[in-house]
């Protein structure tokens, strides 16, 4: 059953519709991420939902309430932005005991809640420490004890890790993940980057000029894209523009491709491809064959850049120690025609 529900959610800022109709459900406890490039819609969402803009149309629900007209405070909200501050001049402590002490709860509830998160957080060591003295993961942990200790009934993230450095942001997101489960709260999650989105989501929802173009789990989403910008935009892809003829693909070169079973497009279409689902083959056994333009080493893959009559095709393969075809070198490749994704092409895809 929908715990929070968003109907028909349309923000416009004069001429720009910064949200368009956009409509999703979440379930409690579930763990859903907005997904989208810079300036889709994703934050204004996320603002209309704790209180901070108002709606031009559309709905929010939350466990059956409907949230017009109530202020940001009564929401009963647990929020952590990328630019919400931790009073420097509180602890750890004090930081996460505002929260309640605004709530008017009771020194020993207090004192008791402030230790069951940070013992979630695994900060209990640094309480009495100021923020100036807590590395910047340190600093996110409390501002996730903070929006977590007034038991929220949803968790609203947006880019909580973003100033994190890259291996640290990887740490956080397991982190975030456990805690979030623990706590057991609905959280939606605002954020630009596919990774983040994937390793903590149970859902997806991905953004595209204030539009909902699909909602999946990540896995879903990565396998069976519904369009070419999720496609694109979930990790990598090979879009290869194409027209299905008499059921099978051929390319605007001339070049015949098996189809995927019940392929039933017509007109103009792309065939989408991911790079791992391309291999290296004997050339006997190739579909098409291409030079290596470009080689880059990834540490745990290899990425190729090969020009083929079908464009450039992106090709990972996985690092397994042993040498790989280099710049310049002809390669044979191959890949199943279930492995196609046929979608239809877009204006601007
Ligand atoms: P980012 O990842 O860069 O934060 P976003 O997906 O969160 O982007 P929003 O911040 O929601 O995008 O902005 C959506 C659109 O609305 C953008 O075109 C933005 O310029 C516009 N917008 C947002 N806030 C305002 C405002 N207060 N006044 C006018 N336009 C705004």
New binding site residues.
């Given amino acids: 059953m929908a715990y929070l529900e968003l109907d028909s959610l349309t923000k416009a800022?004069?001429q720009?519709l910064?949200?368009d109709h956009f409509s999703l459900t979440v379930a409690r406890g579930e763990f859903v991420s907005l997904l989208?490039?810079?300036?889709?819609?994703?934050?204004?969402?996320l603002?209309m939902i704790a209180g901070f803009e108002e709606p031009t149309g559309g709905t929010i629900r939350l466990n059956g309430r409907d949230l017009a007209g109530v202020p940001a405070r009564e929401r009963g909200l647990g929020i952590v932005f990328q630019t919400y501050a931790l009073f420097p001049h509180m602890t750890v402590a004090e930081n996460v005991s505002f929260g309640l002490e605004m709530r008017s709860i009771r020194r020993r509830e207090r004192k008791s809640r402030i230790e069951r998160t940070l013992d979630l957080v695994h900060l209990s060591h640094l309480s009495a420490r100021y923020p100036r003295q807590l590395s910047g993961g340190q600093r996110q942990r409390v501002a996730l004890a903070r929006a977590l200790v007034i038991e929220p009934d949803l968790l609203l993230l947006d880019?909580p890790l973003s100033n994190l450095d890259a291996k640290l942001r990887e740490e956080m997101q397991l982190e975030l993940r456990r805690i979030q489960q623990e706590a057991g709260v609905t959280t939606l999650l605002?954020t630009?980057d596919q990774n983040e989105a994937m390793a903590l989501s149970d859902r997806i929802a991905v953004?595209h000029m204030?539009h909902l173009v699909q909602e999946a789990t990540p896995f879903d989403a990565y396998e069976n894209p519904t369009n070419a910008f999720t496609s694109n935009f979930l990790g990598k892809s090979n879009a290869i523009p194409c027209r299905v003829d008499h059921g099978a693909l051929v390319t605007e070169g001339g070049v015949r491709l098996e189809a995927p079973a019940a392929t039933r497009a017509d007109g103009p279409i792309l065939a989408a491809l991911r790079p791992e689902r391309i291999v290296f083959v004997e050339p006997e056994e190739a579909q098409i064959t291409g030079t290596v333009m470009e080689r880059i080493f990834l540490g745990d893959q290899w990425l190729f850049k090969v020009a083929t009559p079908l464009g450039e095709l992106l090709v990972t393969r996985r690092n397994s120690g042993h040498s790989e075809p280099d710049t310049g070198s002809t390669v044979h490749l191959a890949w199943q025609a279930e492995h196609l994704r046929v979608l239809a092409r877009e204006a601007g895809a």
């Fill in positions: 800022f004069g720009t910064a949200v989208g490039p810079s300036g889709c819609g994703k934050t204004t969402t603002q880019e605002v630009h953004m204030g």
